[in-house]
């Protein structure tokens, strides 16, 4: 199957700092990146989808300005977490695919804001 | 707003044992997938079921759709201590385009005992 990678796998922060997190397809052009988030124990909250090239469309209730997602290539995609306050505590997962195939999961990336 | 709701949330069973997974969704859908989750781990595709009718089965695993009911099933067989691990379903709301998105229930947190 396809290979989506994120980095890094966890990061521990302090309030007030930006956070970065890199979403690629290894072995396909991704047309499409969601990015989802999922508390302890719970579901998969959709974030925001985002095309290559142009701008991401956010799911009701998140900040785009908190998570700015660029999309700049078909093989990556970014998301900034701005001024993380800990209850951006939470597990980011991106997925990939393309046309309208099957979502492929990076591995997520652990994030703790102290 | 498209709802999915999975039941049971939590089933623990006996190795051996058979035993099945519910999803139903709110509005009409021609796509829906199965993911299994380890603790701390991203998501693995089990099943992309694509029509009514559908049925596809991968080892002791075997899904079903039935579009008309919006019911979808995970059925268990012969259970084993590996299958431990969170199931969830998640729904393609059918938005258009290169923008599907898909919406995820709750998660069945199943545990084999020995």
């Known amino acids: 199957g396809a290979v989506v990678s994120q980095h890094p796998s966890r990061v521990i922060c302090k309030s007030g700092t930006s956070v970065k997190i890199e979403c690629r397809s290894l072995?396909?052009?991704?047309?499409?990146m969601f990015w989802y988030r999922q508390f302890p124990k719970q579901s998969l909250m959709l974030m925001a989808t985002s095309n290559e090239g142009s701008k991401a469309t956010y799911e009701q209730g998140v900040e785009k300005d908190k998570f700015l997602i660029n999309h700049a290539s078909l093989t990556l995609s970014t998301l900034t977490v701005t001024s993380a306050h800990p209850e951006d505590s939470s597990f980011y997962i991106c997925?990939?695919?393309?046309?309208?195939?099957?979502?492929?999961f990076g591995p997520g990336t652990r994030l703790l804001v102290l | 707003e498209l709802k999915v709701e999975q039941n049971p949330l939590f089933l623990s069973m006996q190795e051996g044992k058979n035993y099945t997974i519910y999803c139903n969704y709110s509005?009409?859908?021609?796509?829906l997938y199965w993911y299994r989750q380890d603790p701390g781990k991203s998501l693995e595709s089990l099943f992309v079921?694509?029509?009514?009718?559908a049925v596809k089965q991968e080892g002791r695993l075997m899904a079903s759709l039935d579009t008309k009911a919006r019911l979808s099933t995970l059925h268990i067989t012969a259970a084993v201590h590996d299958l431990s691990a969170t199931y969830f379903c998640?729904?393609?709301?059918?938005?258009?385009?290169?923008?599907?998105?898909?919406?995820f229930g709750k998660g069945t947190l199943l545990t084999v005992n020995p």
């Open positions: 072995d396909f052009q991704a047309t499409t």
């Open positions: 079921l694509l029509s009514n009718g």
């Open positions: 998640a729904v393609d709301r059918g938005s258009g385009g290169s923008n599907y998105k898909l919406t």
């Open positions: 509005t009409t859908s021609d796509r």
């Open positions: 997925s990939a695919s393309w046309v309208r195939e099957t979502q492929y």
